[in-house]
């Protein structure tokens, strides 16, 4: 199993060395998601009832481990007894993802990760030593190196695999939405990405390819004071750490709210804003990563 940062190459180095799995799981608060893995993927949808699954990265997410197992099998479509593989796409706030600065980084795996583990002790609720930490190095200027990591609890990620082994699904390769999709993008200026899920919101800030900044904040009802309150700082944080302005604010998951949240952004900052495209449907909060993965693997 793989906690993946990303899954196409250019974001990170290749991770699948076998070929995809035939199937692709979206899991959300709202509902699980099925992808068949091809050129022309089929979609299925199953809603949770509210409760199922209640995110965070410090506590149990599986509330109700008997009705999600109940529609993931209403979904998996049926293969006798032998074992399927299957990617999963797990929610943003289940996890810690963060961009580490390091004036050298070791050239052995061993050491890289020790180092990374090291530093994300005092910046992560639980304990770092037994979760599963993965990390990417990305190219670099000169005098620094930075790296994206993302750390899940092992406890977590073990739940959310539960129900797919029992019904003889293999979870071999697990990602965050977000992280997914940012297949979707082709950022090659400075931009912001804004994604929301239920009260949960993720902001990434890429510089062309480079991963600069990552947060997930989890608020209280999503509202617009809410949004922009996280989303200021961050512009500001664009200004005075890379010396320059964010070219475009790229949004997911606002629904009936995103034209006017977009245009008032555009007035309000100055920024392009424009929706999260997919060439396999609209992303929206709870299928954006999967989008992202199929493209990833997409020919």
Request: glycine share 6%; charged share 20%.
């Amino acid at each position: 199993m793989q906690l993946g940062i990303a899954t196409i190459e250019r974001w990170l180095p290749a991770l699948l060395k076998d070929p995809p799995p035939a199937y692709a799981f979206e899991l959300s608060e709202a509902g699980v998601e099925l992808a068949t893995v091809s050129s022309s993927p089929q979609f299925r949808f199953e809603a949770l009832e509210p409760g199922v699954i209640s995110t965070s990265p410090v506590r149990e997410n599986i509330q109700q481990p008997e009705l999600l197992q109940a529609k993931i099998q209403a979904l998996a479509p049926a293969n006798g007894h032998r074992k399927r593989r299957a990617a999963l796409i797990l929610p943003d706030y289940c996890a810690r993802v963060t961009v580490l600065d390091f004036d050298a980084f070791p050239s052995s795996h061993e050491e890289q990760l020790a180092l990374v583990r090291f530093r994300m002790k005092k910046s992560v609720p639980f304990d770092v030593d037994s979760a599963m930490v993965s990390y990417h190095a990305q190219p670099s200027e000169a005098g620094k190196i930075e790296v994206v990591v993302a750390v899940m609890a092992c406890e977590i990620i073990a739940r959310y695999e539960a129900p797919f082994r029992q019904l003889g699904i293999h979870p071999g390769y697990i990602t965050t939405s977000s992280l997914a999709a940012l297949n979707l993008l082709k950022a090659d200026r400075v931009t912001i990405v804004a994604k929301l899920s239920g009260r949960t919101l993720t902001v990434l800030v890429l510089d062309g390819g480079v991963v600069k900044l990552a947060r997930c904040v989890e608020m209280e009802g999503a509202r617009p004071e809410e949004i922009d309150s996280t989303l200021h700082p961050t512009l500001a944080y664009i200004e005075d750490e890379l010396q320059t302005k964010a070219a475009r604010l790229v949004h997911c998951g606002f629904g009936a709210d995103a034209q006017e949240l977009a245009e008032r952004w555009h007035q309000e900052w100055g920024v392009a804003v424009e929706p999260l495209k997919s060439r396999f449907g609209a992303p929206g909060e709870n299928n954006a990563g999967l989008l992202g993965y199929l493209e990833s693997v997409a020919g």
